[in-house]
């Protein structure tokens, strides 16, 4: 009996973490349950943005404001695209900081769900807290500005409350590279996990061969990747040049 009960238990984590999202995979050779357990996957985390404001990022020296914004954009067109559970946070947004990024505002425009805030640890907001709750994910990815300020002090606080920390290094910034990289060593230290924004869209989509989202992966990936999107763009251009049809990474495993 005790064997059938862990067998019942063992199925119903398998079906909860494992189907994990109505995902598209028409490759009999990929087994998505063989997918480490810490890995993202669409349905399995919050992603909280903070601050990424005008004011914040006059501020910001660890890297270049316009990287910055793009890794932003392809952070939030990434959560967009998969329907994660994502919440907004200000600070003094009409009285000091300003509105949040652009890139921001073009996937998520609807500012009344933006929670303003006068304390700079978002976790000492309740509504903040709440809001995460009411989510039900126990992994949350954190983005925001100042990564020495914002960032750490609600990364810190929610892995106290017992969640699963990973914040997006390169859609943070800090008033200096050494705030910043002392930030991030600070959090490391305490078992947050870092990631990056393009690992962050690549992680949750993961099989080529899903070709429901294959194009507006490609898509982002073209505009906010880099020189990974450039080569995208390339490759695809090149092949359509010499055979008349678009290369693809699904080749051979898209039915459509």
Not at 85 to 91: D, K, L, M, Q
Not at 119 to 132: G, L
Request: proline residues 4%.
């Amino acid at each position: 009996m005790k064997t059938i009960k862990l067998t019942l238990v063992a199925l119903l984590i398998s079906t909860v973490s494992f189907a994990q999202w109505e995902m598209y995979n028409p490759n009999p050779n990929n087994d998505p349950a063989n997918a480490a357990s810490q890995l993202l996957n669409p349905t399995n985390h919050t992603l909280l943005m903070i601050d990424h404001q005008s004011q914040m990022a006059f501020a910001v020296e660890s890297q270049p404001i316009e990287e910055l914004r793009n890794n932003v954009g392809l952070l939030s067109a990434s959560a967009k695209l998969y329907n994660v559970p994502t919440i907004i946070t200000t600070v003094a947004e009409k009285s000091f900081s300003g509105p949040v990024f652009p890139e921001i505002r073009e996937y998520f425009p609807n500012s009344d769900d933006y929670i303003d805030r006068s304390t700079m640890n978002s976790w000492e907001d309740k509504r903040v807290v709440e809001a995460v709750k009411k989510t039900g994910k126990k992994k949350l990815v954190i983005a925001g500005l100042w990564t020495e300020v914002c960032t750490l002090s609600a990364s810190l606080s929610a892995l106290e409350d017992g969640y699963e920390v990973y914040v997006v290094v390169d859609a943070n910034g800090g008033t200096s590279q050494e705030a910043h990289d002392m930030a991030l060593t600070r959090m490391i230290q305490a078992g947050v996990k870092p990631i990056t924004s393009l690992q962050y869209l690549l992680e949750i989509h993961r099989d080529w061969a899903r070709s429901d989202k294959y194009n507006d992966v490609v898509a982002i990936s073209k505009r906010y990747g880099g020189a990974y999107g450039l080569g995208i763009d390339y490759i695809k251009t090149m092949s359509k040049w010499m055979t008349g049809k678009e290369a693809s990474e699904a080749e051979g495993h898209n039915k459509d």
